[in-house]
């Protein structure tokens, strides 16, 4: 099935600040970037990768003009998260979202996976998130209250696929994470939620599956395809906006597969 076509922006992020984490490179936190300055925002790419990073700012720039600013972050270095939310703040006065979208994969048997595969994994998915949230939440306390988080979870945070112990359990934290968060910060205007998209179509995919296994997993969707980055991203942006109010501590997900 063909894609819908591309959305009309409709501001909903008109004058917010929005910071997303792992933007550089073809994937879905590109695709948010893109989407959040097409709705007004003012954007903060964050990634550890810093060619990539420098790249996709400057493409981004291009297109809107002082509303674009790059800050290299490793989200397991809990320094370099301080730095990139102090950052942000500084760069546009306040931070109002937060888009916790690093993570890492692989796929390995458990009876094969070491210790390091298993902590890297977990270290980047599910410990990223957490410094990242635990670091805008005191930010957005300092403002006076207020702001979303959007976390990027998966649908293997509900089911099984082989050889994805690692990666399954850190977003089934990172789900976990979002419920029991959004209850510690609620009662101060501050929502936190999840995405959890289950196969989203880009370049960088491409380069490290197969078209076999691409077009397995496509079948199992239930518009027969992968999801467009940007579709995932649009879910992000609702979640991130106004519209969204009376959503905290939900996993919405971008896909068919669901409990």
Not at 34 to 63: F, N
């Amino acid at each position: 099935m063909i894609p819908p076509p591309y959305p009309r922006a409709h501001d909903l992020l008109a004058a917010k600040v929005v910071v997303i984490t792992a933007a550089a490179g073809t994937g879905i936190g590109s695709a948010v970037a893109r989407r959040s300055l097409e709705e007004g925002a003012s954007v903060v790419l964050s990634d550890a990768h810093g060619r990539r990073l420098a790249a996709a700012a400057e493409e981004l720039e291009a297109e809107f003009p002082d509303r674009v600013h790059a800050l290299r972050c490793d989200v397991t270095d809990q320094e370099q998260v301080e730095r990139l939310v102090a950052g942000a703040a500084e760069q546009f006065g306040r931070i109002d979202v937060l888009v916790n979208n690093a993570g890492l994969g692989g796929s390995r048997s458990i009876v094969d996976m070491s210790d390091d595969e298993w902590r890297r994994v977990l270290d980047v998915t599910l410990g990223g998130t957490f410094r990242c949230t635990r670091a805008v939440l005191r930010r957005f306390l300092a403002q006076g209250g207020g702001g979303a988080v959007v976390n990027n979870a998966s649908v293997l945070g509900w089911r099984a696929q082989a050889e994805q112990a690692h990666y399954a359990a850190a977003k089934a934290g990172v789900m976990a994470l979002t419920r029991c968060a959004a209850l510690d910060v609620a009662a101060h205007g501050i929502r936190i939620n999840a995405v959890a998209p289950s196969l989203a179509a880009h370049p960088f995919l491409a380069k490290v599956t197969s078209e076999e296994l691409l077009a397995r997993l496509g079948e199992r969707e239930a518009f027969g395809r992968p999801a467009e980055p940007w579709e995932v991203a649009n879910v992000v942006v609702f979640l991130a906006s106004e519209y969204a109010s009376y959503l905290t501590g939900e996993v919405v997900s971008v896909s068919g597969q669901h409990p």
